[in-house]
């Protein structure tokens, strides 16, 4: 491995990076690799415990893995940088099932899925790094390419799937639904998930956009979402989080207006270094009054502060994130013919909402799971043309991913939390430091958050 990374580090500097980086086609592929995983004989040692106490630090191991066979259609890369999402978190708590179905149900599916099905699962859906190898039939790509993965594995042989690819009954989310995920030294991916590095940015800062940014642009912006468009009210929960951070860049870069819901003076903050005027705390309401029942007053409070902020004004589009604790305040406050569009629901997932206010009022709730490539590709190109920047606040070390997927389970975090995985220190990777400089500030105003 250490052969591997002096000929990525060897880049660092020189005048023809992609040179230097074309001899890790020549360099042997290691018969194993440190990743981040989940044991499958310890799927059950948080039954009992709340959702709250179940600690990430305790279920992620970094261990040594066999390194898989690359098959056709596939990449084998370098992991340079990669990130913690929450669907990290879910598979470190086994929760809401244990990821280790998700492994079984997908060996099943032929000779090459098969290894995927293993006692332990490699996690993380986000990567940037190097391309190593690649396997038959693959022209896109060759070895020494710098690329970041999005996380859509599609098998691309239902006719479901050619419209969109997300309606694949095949697609899976990789490095949950799959093995051999970017929190580690290798990845595996179809070469249909890679995408060019942004040459502005560290590998750490082109890791974090992957997932979230690619499911923000299809939430909001595609015409598989909300189909936002100019003057468009926009209200985003959790808008300086690792989601609602970039619907916030988008909303202000397509001409909508964003309303940000968050719960702290610091978030506030940082929605307003993005751009965003308009604010709310929502750590003044109670939308439950108990475990069972929904305060109504509340939305309507919070619907009433919505309209004193925009002049009267409700949300064209409301995006959707938490779930449980907040969807029926969603579909309350949205404007008559609005649009709910709602994925991951993080507080829960069992929605409750008052139908009335729905069907009555002409409102439609659109489900949104990530990105097609196309999405993932136009997400990414927005980045790597400076437009939209990544919200990387903090890096660990693989050998401390526990601690930052406990950071992002606990909500301590902002933004993305990124992690090195091969990059030996953080800053390496930049090959466009004039374009870096232009927008320097926007790239690191989440640093240390």
């Known amino acids: 491995m250490q052969h591997i990374l002096d000929a990525i580090m060897q880049a660092e500097g020189a005048t023809d990076p992609a040179a230097e980086l074309r001899a890790v086609a020549d360099l042997p592929v290691p018969a194993s690799y440190r990743g981040v995983v989940v044991r499958s004989d310890e799927a059950e040692m948080f039954d009992g415990l709340a959702t709250r106490d179940k600690d990430p630090r305790k279920s992620l191991h970094v261990q040594e893995v066999p390194t898989p066979e690359v098959g056709p259609g596939e990449a084998l890369i370098a992991v340079m940088g990669s990130a913690v999402n929450y669907n990290t978190v879910w598979t470190s708590i086994f929760e809401p099932v244990s990821t280790f179905g998700f492994l079984r149900r997908y060996g099943r599916l032929n000779s090459l899925s098969r290894r995927h099905d293993l006692p332990y699962h490699v996690v993380g859906s986000d990567a940037a790094g190097v391309v190593l190898k ?12 710098e690329v ?6 599609v ?23 799959t093995n051999y995920g970017g929190l580690a030294e290798l990845a595996l991916v179809k070469a ?6 942004p040459a502005h940015l560290t590998w750490e800062e082109a890791a974090c956009p992957g997932l979230v940014n690619s499911t923000a642009y299809r939430q909001l912006v595609s015409h598989h ?12 929960w959790g808008a300086s989080g690792g989601l609602g951070s970039y619907a916030v860049q988008f909303a202000l870069n397509g001409g909508a207006t964003p309303v940000c819901v968050v719960s702290s003076p610091q978030k506030a903050d940082l929605c307003r270094a993005m751009g965003a005027e308009l604010v709310i705390d929502r750590s003044s309401y109670r939308f439950w009054k108990d475990e069972e029942t929904q305060d109504p007053a509340e939305w309507r409070r919070f619907g009433a502060e919505i309209r004193s902020l925009t002049g009267g004004e409700d949300p064209d589009i409301v995006f959707e994130h938490p779930g449980r604790e907040t969807f029926g ?3 309350f406050v949205a404007k008559r013919g609005g649009t709910i569009v709602t994925c991951a629901s993080t507080s829960g997932f069992m929605h409750q909402y008052d139908n009335r206010y729905l069907w009555m009022n002409l409102k439609r709730i659109v489900g949104s799971h990530f990105a097609n490539y196309r999405e993932a590709w136009e997400a990414n190109r927005l980045i790597a043309r400076g437009r939209i920047h990544p919200t990387l606040s903090r890096s660990y070390p693989l050998e401390q991913t526990g601690q930052a ?9 902002q933004g993305k939390v990124g992690v090195l995985c091969l990059a030996p220190e953080a800053g390496l990777g930049v090959r466009d430091p004039q374009l870096r400089a232009r927008h320097e500030q926007a790239i690191n105003r989440f640093r240390d958050q």
């Open 225 to 236: 979402g909300a189909q936002m468009k100019q003057g468009d009210i926009v209200l985003i």
């Open 405 to 413: 997927a406990h950071d992002v389970h606990r909500n301590t975090h």
């Open 148 to 153: 970041v993965a999005h996380c859509l594995s």
């Open 192 to 197: 249909n998930q890679l995408m060019p590095k």
């Open 329 to 331: 305040a969603s579909v």
């Open 155 to 177: 098998e691309l042989e239902d006719a479901a799937g050619h419209d969109d690819t997300m309606l694949d009954p095949q697609q899976r989310i990789w490095g949950f639904e």
């Open 134 to 145: 690649v396997g038959p039939g693959v022209s896109k790509w060759k070895p020494g390419d």
